[in-house]
């Protein structure tokens, strides 16, 4: 499996408009993470700023494809999906 992490941004239409609540953010994560397993894929985590419309998503599967179409199932939109590796503090030394 590769690791993804893709982008979404309110300033440039891809997060909702309005302010979400926690509860609604949620629940479209967790209809991407039913979503990404169709496309052998996981979400992992998701960073996010309720009030100023951003989120950073941590997925990993198979291609940058798998986690595009994902995406796409559940019609939420992104900024960028950008392949990276995992490296821990670990990992550094």
Same mark, same amino acid.
């Given at each position: 499996m590769k690791y993804f992490i893709d982008t979404h941004d309110k300033t440039k239409g891809s997060f909702p408009?309005? =302010?979400l609540t926690e =509860? @609604? &953010?949620?629940? @479209?994560f967790d209809e991407l993470e039913k979503a990404a397993a169709d496309f052998d894929? &996981?979400?992992?985590?998701? $960073?996010?700023?309720l009030k100023e419309g951003k989120a950073f998503c941590f997925m990993c599967g198979p291609d940058e494809e798998s986690i595009r179409?994902? $995406?796409e199932a559940v019609h939420?939109?992104?900024?960028s999906i950008t392949e990276v590796k995992r490296v821990t503090g670990a990992d550094m030394r």
């Amino acid at each position: 499996m590769k690791y993804f992490i893709d982008t979404h941004d309110k300033t440039k239409g891809s997060f909702p408009a309005g =302010e979400l609540t926690e =509860e @609604q &953010f949620l629940a @479209q994560f967790d209809e991407l993470e039913k979503a990404a397993a169709d496309f052998d894929a &996981f979400a992992h985590a998701a $960073h996010v700023n309720l009030k100023e419309g951003k989120a950073f998503c941590f997925m990993c599967g198979p291609d940058e494809e798998s986690i595009r179409k994902a $995406h796409e199932a559940v019609h939420l939109r992104y900024d960028s999906i950008t392949e990276v590796k995992r490296v821990t503090g670990a990992d550094m030394r």
